[in-house]
Nanobody
């Protein structure tokens, strides 16, 4: 059983930065593709970014390109999402997820394991 725990969310002003972390336990995820998603009430879960096992392949949704950076530390079994130049429309619950394949899926249905989410709120 894999457990993912996100942390680092909070309330910041527009233009500010946050760094989210996702720590995995129960199994090493060094061979998994990891993804970050976000969701606001009443809307579907939205893909944000994904990273392959080595960190050599990364994929971002267009709305966060140039502002967000996904990275991973396999020795720590942890994935990060550095968020900068934050906008009010980035407000959401952010989730990390693990996918056992090598593909950088943006479809949440492809991910097997999910964290509980961390709230990110950006004030204008």
């Amino acid at each position: 059983q894999v457990t993912l725990v996100e942390s680092g969310g909070g309330l910041v002003q527009a233009g500010g930065s946050l760094r989210l972390s996702c720590a995995a336990s129960g199994r090493t995820l060094s061979s998994y593709t990891m993804g970050w998603f976000r969701q606001v009430p009443g809307k579907e879960r939205e893909f944000v970014a994904s990273i392959n096992w080595s960190g050599g392949s990364i994929y971002y949704t267009d709305s966060v390109k140039g502002r967000f950076t996904i990275s991973r530390d396999n020795a720590k079994n942890t994935v990060y999402l550095q968020m900068s130049s934050l906008k009010p429309e980035d407000t959401a619950v952010y989730y990390c997820a693990a996918n056992p394949s090598t593909w950088l899926w943006s479809d949440p249905a492809r991910y097997d394991y999910w964290g509980q989410g961390t709230q990110v709120t950006i004030s204008s």
